[in-house]
């Protein structure tokens, strides 16, 4: 895995470009602008992408641990396929922000207080996640895996749990108004505010 700047990301402006298989470790890339570039079978850690501008991409099949999105804008980034891990998102420029995820697996990634209504999170595993105080209305979780993840004064209204599991959400404390769920998970609603359920 490189540990110095790579030949593919030489300037700061990027339009329609896919860099494919770049391995990169601790690279500076701040203050960078990427805009309809496409990202496949990446591997970046402890990449610093912070100030930079990534809009209309896709991370496809990529692995990004612990990179840093620090007051980075990310307008409508697409990650497909992905496993990320230590990843800040609410460090990233709240202005436009837009996030899109489908097939992936998540560990340990920070949405908190994040203004994302409509997020969409499908077909994912979502492992130990923190949604705290995020507006996440009509944000869409079908089938997916929300083990250990924190929800706490989160705003999931009209948001779509059909077929996720594994989730603690007490609806007393957050905003569950219009959100769809599935049986038999759904009892875990009833189990949170301490009433009992016989299935």
């Known amino acids: 895995m490189s540990d110095g ?16 298989k770049e391995k990169l470790q601790g690279v500076n890339l701040n203050s960078r602008e990427f805009v309809d570039c496409r990202f496949e079978h990446c ?14 991409c ?4 990529c692995e990004l641990e612990s990179v840093i999105f620090k007051n980075c804008k990310l307008q409508n980034v697409q990650f497909e396929e992905c496993k990320l891990s230590g990843v800040d998102f609410s460090l990233a420029d709240t202005l436009l922000l837009e996030l899109g995820f489908k097939d992936v697996f998540l560990q340990s990634v920070n949405f908190s207080g994040l ?10 595993t979502i492992k130990a996640c923190d949604f705290v105080e995020a507006d ?12 250990s993840s924190l929800f706490d004064q ?8 059909v077929d996720a599991r594994n989730y603690a959400i ?6 569950v108004k219009d959100a769809c769920f599935s049986l038999p998970e759904a009892a875990t609603l009833l189990q949170m505010m301490g009433i009992k359920v016989k299935l």
């Not at 896709?58 to 099949?61: K, N, S």
């Not at 996440?136 to 083990?147: C, G, K, T, Y």
């Not at 989160?154 to 749990?161: G, P, Q, Y």
Request: hydrophobic fraction near 40%; charged fraction near 25%.
């Open 115 to 124: 203004e994302l209504p409509g997020l969409t999170i499908k077909d994912s």
């Open 58 to 61: 896709v991370f496809h099949q």
């Open 154 to 161: 989160t705003n999931l209204k009209k948001a779509n749990f």
């Open 43 to 56: 591997h970046f850690r402890d990449v610093d992408f912070s100030i930079a501008r990534i809009a209309d």
């Open 170 to 175: 007490n609806p007393l404390k957050n905003h």
């Open 5 to 20: 700047k790579s030949h593919s990301f030489k300037g700061f402006e990027f339009a329609d470009q896919i860099f494919v």
């Open 136 to 147: 996440l209305q009509e944000a869409d979780f079908q089938n997916s895996d929300l083990s």
